[in-house]
C-alpha cells in the first residue's frame, strides 16, 4: 500500500499480468470466466461514515464472497496497525481471518477494494491456482480480482497529488486500467463510469489504449500501416522476429512458412500457416481472429 509515498507508473510487470490472464483461462475455462459478466456495483460495497465499522466490514466481505462464488466460506475481518493494506489467512477454511489496515477505520470508503484483494486470494487458493514467487502471486491476485470484475475498485482507490497519494495493489495504476480494459472488450461494458477517483480515470485510458494496441499487431487485420510493413519485410525474408516484436516465424515439417502470435484476448500463443487471409480460433479462450498472414 503506498500511503503518501512515491507511486509507480507504467507497465513494469505486464509480462506478469498477460500470464496471469492466460493462467485464469486455463484453470477456469472461458465459460466459467463467462460467467464473471457482471462487475461488483457500488452500492453493494458502500461504506459511510454513520456504518458500524465491524458490521459493515463483515456485510462487504459478504458481497466479496457472494462474487466470487464462494458460498461456503465465511470471513472473519479485524483491524490493526500493519504495513500492508490487509492480510488473510490462507487456511482449509470454511471460516478465513482477514486483518485490514487501521487506516481503513477512517477511509471506509476503500475497504471493499482491500478486501476484493483478500477474497481473490481465497478464490484462488481453493482453486490451487498460483505462481512460483510472492511477488508474482500477488501480481496473479491483483489480476484475477481485476478480470473477474471486482478489481475496479482497487483502481478506484487510487489518489494522487502533489501533496499526498494512496494507491491500492501490486499493479501498478495503468496496468489495472490495462486489465479493466482486457476486460472491458470481452464483456462490452465501460468500468469507467464507476470511478470516484480522477486519477483513476487516466489511468483507465492509458491501460485502454495499451489494451487496444494488443489487438493492432500483425499478422491481425487490424495492424497499423507500419506493423503491417514490417511484418512484410520479416515474412518475405523470413528472418528471425526482432525483440519485442509479437509474432515469430517459423518452418512445418513439409518446409511450408508458419507464424506464431499472442491472442489479443487471453496472450496464449496460436500458430498458422503463413497463406495470407486466414481466421483463427483461439484453442483457450475462443476467440475468431482475422488475420491476413
Not at 490472464?21 to 457482471?38: D, G, K, W
Not at 483502481?155 to 482486457?182: I, M, N, W
Request: hydrophobic share 35%.
Amino acid at each position: 500500500m503506498a500511503n503518501g509515498g512515491p507511486v509507480e507508473h507504467g507497465f513494469p510487470h505486464l509480462e506478469t499480468v498477460r500470464a496471469a490472464i492466460t493462467a485464469l483461462y486455463r484453470r477456469l475455462s472461458p465459460t466459467t470466466v463467462r460467467t464473471f459478466a457482471t462487475s461488483v456495483a457500488p452500492a453493494d460495497v458502500a461504506f459511510c461514515d454513520t456504518d458500524d465499522l465491524h458490521l459493515g466490514a463483515q456485510r462487504v466481505a459478504r458481497e466479496m464472497v457472494r462474487h466470487f462464488r464462494l458460498p461456503d466460506a465465511r470471513l472473519i475481518v479485524g483491524f490493526r496497525e500493519m504495513t500492508h493494506a490487509a492480510n488473510v489467512e490462507l487456511t482449509a477454511g470454511p471460516e478465513y481471518f482477514v486483518e485490514l489496515n487501521d487506516r481503513f477505520r477512517t477511509h471506509r470508503e476503500d475497504i471493499g477494494a482491500a478486501l476484493a484483494h483478500e477474497v481473490a486470494h481465497v478464490y484462488l487458493h481453493r482453486l490451487d491456482l498460483a505462481f512460483p514467487t510472492t511477488a508474482e502471486n500477488e501480481i496473479l491476485t491483483d489480476t484475477v480480482t481485476t478480470y473477474l470484475g471486482a478489481g475496479w475498485l482497487l483502481l478506484d482507490a487510487y489518489r494522487e497529488d502533489s501533496l499526498s497519494s494512496q494507491k491500492l495493489g501490486y499493479l501498478t495504476p495503468e496496468e489495472f486500467g490495462y486489465v479493466l480494459a482486457k476486460r472491458a472488450l470481452l464483456f462490452d461494458e465501460d468500468p469507467s463510469i464507476r470511478f470516484t477517483s480522477p486519477q483513476a480515470y487516466t489511468a483507465y485510458t492509458k491501460g485502454l489504449a495499451r489494451a487496444h494496441h494488443d489487438s493492432r499487431q500483425p499478422p491481425l487485420t487490424g495492424a497499423g500501416w507500419t506493423g503491417r510493413r514490417r511484418y512484410a519485410h520479416d515474412r518475405r525474408h523470413a528472418v528471425p522476429a526482432p525483440p519485442g516484436a509479437p509474432y515469430s516465424f517459423g518452418s512445418d515439417p513439409s518446409g511450408g512458412l508458419h507464424v506464431t502470435f499472442p491472442c489479443p484476448t487471453c496472450h496464449q500463443r496460436i500458430r498458422v500457416p503463413v497463406r495470407g487471409r486466414v481466421r483463427a480460433r483461439c484453442g483457450l479462450c475462443g476467440v475468431v481472429l482475422e488475420c491476413d498472414t
